[in-house]
């Protein structure tokens, strides 16, 4: 077994790789769904630059020259460039996270739930009619909205604690909740 000190600053000018931690990657290689994703996508993207005939063609030139010129070394590091650019922002589009593809269907009600709550003592606190907005939500998730002479501003927070309690209860159960929901799909 051999053993060899190098110098780092001498050979690599302080410019080594460093790898990024795991958190700061666009995705990772076990997830099959987005690697696969990644990779028809890259595809698509070298065929529509031609990247494949371009890297052919300046190697077909470079091969047959003795000596490279400034303008050569300038078309190959523009080709990298071109080609590190298309890998990562490949990347990047296929790693966004799209933060409301896992929720079910009963989180997102309690979500709603707790907005139409907070709207009401909004109302209440400001003295003001409920908005049509207020209205629509209420409609929407079949809520009767309370008349605005019979409640007060302690029974509203109230019920906004309310609301958020059972979303509470429903995000400890969601793991359940969402298995079943993705049955359901």
């Known amino acids: ?29 076990h997830d099959i769904k987005r690697k696969t994703h990644f990779q028809e996508t890259l595809q698509k993207r070298y065929e529509h630059q031609n990247i494949a005939k371009r890297v052919n063609d300046l190697a077909t030139r470079l091969e047959n020259k003795p000596q490279l010129d400034e303008a050569d070394i300038t078309a190959y ?7 590190v650019e298309l890998i990562l922002s490949t990347a990047k589009r296929v790693g966004r996270v799209d933060f409301g593809y896992q929720r079910s269907a009963d989180l997102c009600i309690a979500g709603k739930t707790i907005r139409l709550h907070k709207a009401i003592l909004s109302c209440i606190r400001n ?3 409920y908005t049509e907005s207020i209205e629509s939500l209420a409609t929407e998730l079949n809520h009767q909205l309370p008349n605005r002479d019979e409640i007060n501003v302690r029974q509203a ?9 059972v979303k509470r209860v429903i995000e400890k159960e969601d793991g359940e909740r969402r298995a079943r929901w993705l049955e359901d799909i």
Do not use: C, S
């Open 77 to 83: 590091n523009d080709l990298d460039d071109e080609i």
């Open 157 to 165: 927070i109230a019920n906004v604690n309310e609301a958020w309690k």
């Open 127 to 129: 003295d003001i009619k």
């Open 1 to 29: 077994m051999q053993y060899v000190d190098l110098d780092e600053k001498l050979l690599f000018q302080d410019d080594t790789f460093t790898p990024m931690p795991g958190f700061h990657r666009e995705f990772k290689l």
